[in-house]
């Protein structure tokens, strides 16, 4: 079945150091990919997303591209902020599944003024 | 609604109680979702609605969770008999089209059982 699987946090980096958080998927069909992210005492808010194949999401600075030949959908970011701390989770909706989302393990990221 | 607000955001039950949790959704979101998320670990579907009709509730673990929808609008999510292992932050999520758009996510309630 699908599945998402990414980094193991948590992840901790200085102010204006480089992001990345890799995620890989398995899916059968054309899934959608997302990159949720959850603020200390606040609910999951979507950050990015892209629908096919070489699409690249974009946020806050945040970017990530959808890779169908290496299954991947990686979290990169140039200069991290405090602000930036949070857990962020990696999900997939399968294009022959329905509507309903499959979420990897989530990973905390932690800077450091 | 501004969002999907969910009620109590709290809860403790004593094993074998039962609970309900409430979600309301974005005003005229057709698609409802109900995930569960267990401490350190991403969110797990339970179960999908479109208007009143649910379309899927593969994801619900036993028997003892049940979920409506009745008018198509407010949803509750029932647990009977809770057990330990029901401990988790209950989320669910709303969209205009469940199919392509995107999910907007309540606060959750925290459900300890002890």
């Known amino acids: 079945g699908n599945s998402v699987t990414q980094m193991e946090g948590p992840v901790t980096l200085s102010e204006e150091a480089f992001l990345t958080i890799n995620c890989t998927y398995t899916?059968?069909?054309?899934?959608?990919l997302f990159w949720y992210v959850q603020y200390p005492g606040e609910g999951l808010q979507l950050l990015l997303k892209?629908?096919?194949?070489?699409d690249k999401g974009s946020n806050k600075g945040f970017e990530a591209t959808y890779r169908k030949e290496t299954t991947s959908f990686h979290l990169e970011k140039g200069s991290v902020q405090v602000s930036d701390s949070a857990v962020y989770f990696c999900?997939?909706?399968?294009?022959?599944?329905?509507?309903?989302?499959?979420f990897g393990q989530g990973t905390e990221l932690s800077v450091k003024p | 609604g501004a969002g999907v607000s969910q009620s109590p955001r709290y809860k403790v039950a004593k094993r074998g109680q039962d609970v309900a949790l409430r979600c309301d959704p974005i005003?005229?979101?057709?698609?409802l979702f109900w995930y569960q998320q267990a401490l350190g670990q991403g969110p797990e579907f339970l179960t999908y609605?479109?208007?009143?009709?649910?379309?899927?509730k593969s994801g619900l673990p036993s028997d003892r969770f049940f979920a409506e929808r009745p008018e198509g609008s407010v949803s509750t999510l029932k647990i009977q008999r809770t057990q330990q292992e029901d401990s988790a932050v209950y989320l669910c999520?709303?969209?205009?089209?469940?199919?392509?758009?995107?999910?907007?996510f309540g606060p959750g309630t925290r459900l300890t059982v002890l």
């Open positions: 999900a997939l909706r399968g294009g022959d599944q329905g509507g309903k989302l499959i």
């Open positions: 892209a629908t096919k194949a070489d």
């Open positions: 609605f479109q208007n009143e009709a649910q379309l899927d």
């Open positions: 999520a709303s969209s205009s089209d469940g199919y392509t758009d995107t999910q907007y």
């Open positions: 005003s005229g979101h057709v698609s």
């Open positions: 899916a059968t069909g054309y899934p959608s």
